[in-house]
């Protein structure tokens, strides 16, 4: 088989099985919180109002998952104000495509909610991929430290596509720090620090606990998101969430 047609194939199954990997997380939370509220995982006797919306389970609202917000003050990783109405969590991978696609195509549009004060946006890395990941979120991190989160963020997803393995080695990081400015002997030391390995445990942690093995997930105003979907499903749920707090 050609080298093109092995690309092909490839791509067939790709995206199916990225969706039922999401898929799957979505469920695993449902089956969790169902779990712990008494309402049937199933999903029946449910309603919605619009994406991202909280539905009704047997007279009852489905269980929130607002404690993945930390409105903290001192969050490296996140944009805007801590009292905003709205909170997005994001949980996600650098080197996940739909999550390079999500933060190109999305991304700014959250933004310009933080921008007006109605939106917080809380950044947590997975690392579902394995070592080079946690080491990208470990340089995000580090960034953040000379306050550049998120143009290293943006590096890191330049174009919508994430960077190769070998783009991901210390050495290249460090060099993508050094052409954005930032003081490549402070950003090495911050890279292998104790505290920042720790830090990017605790962020994966959090939606480990929640049940995200997969990338991207979200939560917006307490309720899940899963996966890349169209750039109006996360403002639908964003108008959603800040009616609902009026």
């Given at each position: 088989?050609?080298?093109?047609?092995?690309?092909?194939s490839?791509?067939?199954?790709?995206?199916p099985?990225?969706?039922?990997?999401v898929?799957?997380?979505?469920?695993?939370?449902?089956?969790?919180?169902?779990?712990?509220?008494?309402?049937?995982?199933?999903?029946?006797?449910?309603?919605?109002?619009?994406?991202?919306?909280?539905?009704?389970?047997?007279?009852?609202?489905q269980?929130?998952?607002?404690?993945?917000?930390?409105?903290?003050?001192?969050?490296?990783?996140?944009?805007?104000?801590?009292?905003?109405?709205?909170?997005?969590?994001?949980?996600?991978?650098?080197?996940?495509?739909?999550c390079?696609?999500?933060?190109?195509?999305?991304l700014?549009?959250?933004?310009?909610?933080?921008?007006?004060?109605?939106?917080?946006?809380?950044?947590?890395?997975?690392?579902?991929f394995?070592?080079?990941?946690?080491?990208?979120?470990?340089?995000?991190?580090?960034?953040?430290?000379?306050?550049?989160?998120?143009?290293?963020?943006?590096?890191?997803?330049?174009?919508?596509?994430h960077?190769?393995?070998?783009d991901?080695?210390?050495?290249?990081?460090?060099?993508?720090?050094?052409?954005?400015?930032?003081?490549?002997?402070q950003?090495?030391?911050?890279?292998?620090?104790?505290?920042?390995?720790?830090?990017?445990?605790?962020?994966?942690?959090?939606?480990?606990?929640?049940?995200?093995?997969?990338?991207?997930?979200?939560?917006?105003?307490?309720?899940?998101?899963?996966?890349?979907q169209?750039?109006?499903?996360?403002?639908?749920?964003?108008?959603?969430?800040?009616?609902?707090?009026?």
């Amino acid at each position: 088989m050609s080298t093109e047609s092995t690309r092909r194939s490839r791509s067939s199954w790709l995206v199916p099985v990225a969706v039922l990997a999401v898929a799957a997380v979505l469920i695993a939370i449902i089956v969790a919180l169902s779990r712990e509220s008494g309402a049937p995982a199933d999903g029946s006797g449910t309603s919605s109002s619009g994406p991202g919306a909280p539905t009704e389970v047997q007279g009852s609202r489905q269980p929130d998952l607002s404690d993945a917000e930390r409105r903290d003050e001192a969050d490296l990783l996140a944009a805007g104000p801590v009292d905003a109405p709205v909170v997005l969590v994001v949980f996600s991978d650098y080197q996940c495509p739909f999550c390079a696609r999500w933060s190109t195509e999305t991304l700014p549009l959250m933004m310009e909610q933080v921008h007006t004060g109605d939106l917080r946006i809380e950044w947590r890395d997975m690392n579902v991929f394995g070592p080079a990941s946690e080491r990208a979120a470990r340089a995000s991190y580090a960034a953040a430290l000379q306050g550049a989160f998120w143009e290293y963020h943006d590096a890191l997803f330049a174009d919508g596509h994430h960077k190769s393995e070998a783009d991901l080695s210390d050495d290249a990081l460090i060099t993508l720090a050094t052409d954005l400015g930032l003081n490549a002997e402070q950003f090495a030391t911050d890279l292998a620090s104790e505290s920042t390995v720790e830090q990017i445990a605790t962020n994966q942690q959090l939606g480990l606990d929640l049940g995200a093995y997969s990338t991207p997930v979200f939560i917006m105003g307490g309720q899940p998101i899963v996966g890349a979907q169209p750039s109006q499903v996360f403002l639908d749920a964003f108008h959603t969430a800040l009616d609902a707090t009026e």
